[in-house]
């Protein structure tokens, strides 16, 4: 399993930190905060030893977890290998259910072609039918039509 994301509400706003004390706090390498003073994260000063203020660092984190909760734009997926969301390539994907109600999507990176999943409900299907071409394997077809409303009925 994957380490959670260091919760930004273990740190203590008024107060400053040095790269141990933060490795510890959130038990990540230091070279984890360091990649964070690369990626934003501001010290009080170029003194040595390095101090993050508590206040900066709480925001960081904060923003850093909104950030990786950020869904997908409509009709994006999430390609793991670029790290960064993508329309498919050829604007096609294939669904692949689970459940009856649930599936992935699955297609292929523009840019690196690796295979990118993106979980969907079957009835949110339409939505993403606006941004891509989405093949459904023939068993699946008639619970598909089921869910879509019938407008004219030959039978009434
Ligand atoms: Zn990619």
Redesign the pocket.
Known sequence: MKKQHPNHRHVKIHRSYSVEEIAKLFSVHKNTVRSWLKNGLTTVDNKRPMLIHGQTLYSFLQVKRVKHKRPCEPGEMY?V??RSP?APAGDMAEYQSKTDTLGNLVAI?P????I?NRRVCLSKLDEFRRYMDISIPQALKHIVESTQPTVNSDLL
């Open positions: 390609c290998r670029c993508k990176c840019d690196c072609e690796a990118m």
